[in-house]
């Protein structure tokens, strides 16, 4: 019983965040893209905006992006390292 | 009226959540958090479409009526964030059976 | 493992290897980049691992060099971004400006050329080597002990 109940109040509550949203294939703030989109090819000379995007004008993101990984290869060594000393 | 994609994110994000509050084994929960990670990057490239567009690459394109490419460098970044959740939960999990003796959450007992 | 899979395993690992090199270091050509050449190298160790089992995997590709080539692409990472230090850091030096990977582009449709993109092809091969390392460790790290 509160299992459907909960259900249909997350459906419902969902639906209304989604319809107040821009109609889907008409985005209203697009002024930076457009800058990257006929500005990229010039500044960085690569044909891949979005390879232009992720290493060249946001490339901060990239650097948190790769120690995460790290963080979680080192994270995943310590906890397999003390296992083996139980058995 | 809505359109498909974002009814698609609607159903992954609630079946997710109602996975994640209702059951009580512990792989399932992982399961619950990783389809609502799935939901979260397609509803992050559902917002950058344009109507009758390509892909934001220049080597063979079609014509020049693009799509917006900030989105998809935001996605690729949550991707790779959701790996690393998912590697450390997994292994957490090998050693809560190692310690526990059970996948159920609502037994709390600590076996030597 | 049964015969088959060990014969089409040495078969089909050089296609896999080939296959992700080209993802990676025509990332300012095409769709792909580092990390989704990275993740293709890491499948071919993996598929590794279920063939052969684990201890003769772990035998040439010890779990030393993993950590040792993981830090140096992460190190690789961090030093490209201190030689464009005159303007400001993770700055394109190397864009238009005639040296190495350094062509200009025009803006329009053209067939691409490897020669062009600045530090662009450079950080994807930083990166390309340390998502394949990070992937391959917790994969090795996370299989059975005892089969």
Do not use: W
Not at chain 3, 54 to 71: D, V, Y
Request: aromatic content about 10%; overall charge positive; charged content about 10%.
């Amino acid at each position: 019983m509160i299992k459907k109940i909960t259900i249909i109040i997350l459906f419902i509550f969902l639906l209304a965040a989604v319809l107040s949203l821009h109609p889907f294939g008409r985005p209203i703030f697009t002024k930076m893209d457009d800058y990257f989109i006929q500005n990229g090819q010039k500044e960085t000379g690569s044909n891949n905006i979005v390879s232009s995007v992720v290493f060249d004008y946001r490339g901060l993101d990239t650097l948190g992006e790769a120690s995460i990984l790290f963080a979680a290869a080192t994270g995943v060594f310590i906890i397999f390292r003390s296992r083996k000393k139980y058995v | 009226m809505i359109s498909f994609p974002f009814i698609t994110v609607i159903i992954l994000i609630s079946m997710g959540f109602f996975a994640l509050v209702f059951k009580k084994n512990l792989l399932k929960l992982v399961m619950a958090i990783h389809i609502m990670a799935s939901g979260v990057n397609l509803f992050l490239i559902t917002l950058g479409y344009r109507q009758g567009g390509v892909a934001p690459i220049f080597t063979n394109a079609p014509n020049l009526n693009m799509v917006l490419p900030t989105v998809q460098a935001l996605t690729l970044t949550s991707i790779v964030i959701n790996i690393a959740i998912v590697a450390l939960m997994l292994s957490l999990i090998i050693l809560i059976y190692h310690h526990c003796g059970s996948l159920d959450t609502r037994k709390r007992k600590l076996k030597q | 493992m049964s015969k088959i899979v060990k014969t089409i395993t040495s078969l089909v690992s050089l296609p896999i290897i080939v296959f992700g090199l080209y993802i990676i270091s025509h990332g300012h050509l095409t769709p792909g980049g580092g990390f989704a050449g990275g993740a293709i190298i890491a499948t071919f160790i993996t598929l590794l691992a279920v063939a052969f089992g684990k201890e003769i995997t772990g035998r040439n590709l010890s779990k030393q060099l993993l950590l040792l080539s993981e830090s140096l692409g992460i190190l690789t990472f961090i030093i490209l971004g201190f030689f464009g230090l005159s303007s400001t850091f993770f700055y394109n030096f190397l864009a238009n400006s005639g040296e190495i990977f350094g062509r200009t582009i025009l803006f329009g449709l053209n067939p691409g050329y490897i020669n062009s993109g600045g530090m662009i092809p450079l950080m994807n091969l930083a990166v390309g080597l340390e998502v394949f390392s990070a992937l391959s460790l917790i994969i090795l790290l996370m299989s059975k002990e005892n089969d």
